[in-house]
């Protein structure tokens, strides 16, 4: 059966676009949808990581996509939670993180498939962040998760996202969503006063400010993805993704990107709040 036929058009797209220009992304976290569709989608995205031929990867043909495709990929490596426990054994987590840096077996790159996540308690994925954070060009990440609320904002801030279903993905607050609508448009607008009064909204208010800082993200990914001939996945703010990507360049929305994904690692260390709205302000 051709993997590929399952998932909805959009969905295929998206992978696409992170395939796109022989590029091949070292983090992917999807979410949503069904236990088996995730798990269906990650060996299909690891698949096309090993077989190594970009935009026309999986080519179907070659040694690394025949033992993907029989599971017995000796660098496609599965890491979840025992059968008998609740959740992640930290010296399994701490492990892999050790082998991550060890070279792939038979193909360029190897990836570690990590499922459910959201069944690895923070110790543990704050271990994960810090692979994430510095991978090795040969080692890359899919994980998979019920939905993006198991997984630490960090580690959030380090992956692309593939969202399947609509229902089952993070719910964010609307105020959340209507700060980060006004700030899309300040970016967008060339009045200082603009981004001014949108940061402003924030507040100090950090529940709502970790929230609009991760919708960013997702948006500017979305935004890079629309670049790239993808779709955007955000739904309700996928006129924001398109509004980014039509008034800035590619490094633009990676730059933009960096500083918000900054910005919210620093919120793990009880930051200033006016001093994060006013960098906020000056650097988007
Ligand atoms: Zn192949």
Not at 20 to 33: E, N
Not at 45 to 65: D, F, L, Q, Y
Not at 139 to 158: D, E, Y
Not at 261 to 275: K, Q, V
């Amino acid at each position: 059966m051709n993997m590929e036929n399952i998932f909805s058009s959009e969905i295929i797209t998206t992978l696409n676009s992170l395939f796109s220009d022989g590029r091949c992304p070292h983090a992917v976290l999807i979410d949503g949808g069904s236990a088996e569709d995730r798990q269906m989608l990650s060996r299909l995205t690891a698949k096309r990581i090993v077989c190594g031929k970009g935009e026309n990867s999986p080519c179907n043909e070659c040694e690394n996509c025949r033992k993907a495709d029989e599971n017995i990929h000796p660098d496609i490596i599965t890491v979840a939670r025992p059968d008998d426990k609740k959740f992640f054994v930290k010296s399994d987590v701490k492990n892999m993180v050790a082998e991550a840096y060890l070279t792939p077996n038979d193909a360029l790159k190897k990836v570690y498939i990590i499922s459910e996540i959201q069944q690895m308690n923070e110790e543990s994925q704050n271990l994960l962040l810090k692979i994430l954070e510095e991978p090795p060009h040969y080692t890359a990440f899919v994980l998979t998760s019920q939905n993006a609320n198991g997984v630490i904002g960090t580690v959030l801030s380090r992956v692309v996202r593939l969202r399947l279903g609509k229902n089952n993905g993070v719910q964010f607050s609307e105020n959340a969503v209507e700060v980060v609508k006004k700030l899309t448009s300040a970016v967008c607008s060339p009045y200082e006063y603009d981004k001014i009064q949108a940061t402003a909204s924030l507040d100090g208010n950090k529940k709502l400010t970790a929230e609009v800082l991760e919708l960013m993200v997702i948006v500017l990914r979305d935004a890079v993805a629309l670049k790239n001939g993808g779709a955007a996945l955000a739904g309700e703010l996928n006129k924001q993704s398109k509004e980014i990507a039509d008034s800035n360049s590619v490094k633009n929305i990676l730059d933009m990107c960096d500083v918000v994904c900054g910005l919210h690692r620093s919120l793990d260390n009880n930051p200033n709040y006016t001093l994060l709205s006013a960098v906020l302000c000056a650097k988007l």
